[in-house]
């Protein structure tokens, strides 16, 4: 299957700063990716939609300002978690949408393997 | 909310084949069947997706009942690293593609 990296996969910083995690589709063009995250022993929690050259789609209860995403090219998304504190802490997964050319049947959706954060 | 049923928890021989079902008897037409995988912290991983024909790939094989409202997830020769959290996943027909998430089927290969 289709390759997603992320980067970094683990990050440990201090509470006010902000912290960017990148989110790359390797072998294919991903017109849209999502951004979840998970809490320990929860199932995935959809944050965000996004699409390549527009604005970001958030769930409900999202913070839009704190949680900035920029899906600037067709292989890379960024989540940005600005003012971290203490309950940012979590994993946080991207996943990219790969359309298989034709879309439809073909239609996937890849995931990164995680970007560990913890917030001191 | 996710609109499938899976059970919580399952054990199966390392060597077996580990059969895990679903239900999703509000499926539509035009919905699709996507099967993953995770692994103890990491990214979900794809194994196979259908419509309402049965499926197969080198990882597993995907049985949906005819009326569709059931499926399959075959494992054919399961080994300890098949261990993970298995979600059956009905794709959300709409622009943006999302992916409803429930809780899964925590499966465990027993040597």
């Known amino acids: 299957g289709a390759v997603v990296s992320q980067h970094p996969s683990w990050v440990i910083c201090k509470s006010g700063t902000s912290v960017k995690i990148e989110c790359r589709s390797l072998?294919?063009?991903?017109?849209?990716m999502f951004w979840y995250r998970q809490f320990p022993k929860q199932s995935l929690m959809l944050m965000a939609t996004?699409?390549?050259?527009?604005?970001?789609?958030?769930e409900q209860g999202v913070e839009k300002d704190k949680f900035l995403i920029n899906h600037a090219s067709l292989t890379l998304s960024t989540l940005t978690v600005t003012s971290a504190h203490p309950e940012d802490s979590s994993f946080y997964i991207c996943?990219?949408?790969?359309?298989?050319?034709?879309?439809?049947?073909?239609?996937?959706?890849?995931f990164g393997p995680g970007t560990r954060l913890l917030v001191l | 909310d996710a609109k499938t049923t899976q059970p919580p928890s399952m054990d199966c021989a390392e060597g077996r084949a580990a059969n895990l079902p679903c239900n999703h008897s509000?499926?539509?037409?035009?919905?699709?069947v996507y099967w993953y995988r995770q692994i103890h912290s990491q990214g979900p991983q794809y194994i196979i997706h259908?419509?309402?024909?049965?499926e197969t790939n080198e990882m597993a094989s995907l049985i949906i009942t005819e009326d569709r409202k059931s499926s399959t997830l075959i494992l054919p020769h399961a080994t300890l690293r098949d261990t993970a959290v298995y979600y059956c996943?009905?794709?959300?027909?709409?622009?943006?593609?999302?992916?409803?998430w429930g809780a899964g089927t925590k499966l465990i290969i027993k040597p």
């Open positions: 996943s990219a949408r790969d359309r298989g050319g034709a879309g439809g049947y073909q239609e996937t959706q890849y």
């Open positions: 072998d294919f063009q991903a017109t849209t």
């Open positions: 996004s699409n390549e050259g527009s604005k970001a789609t958030y």
């Open positions: 509000t499926i539509s037409g035009n919905e699709y």
């Open positions: 259908g419509l309402k024909n049965n």
């Open positions: 996943i009905v794709r959300v027909v709409d622009s943006n593609y999302q992916l409803i």
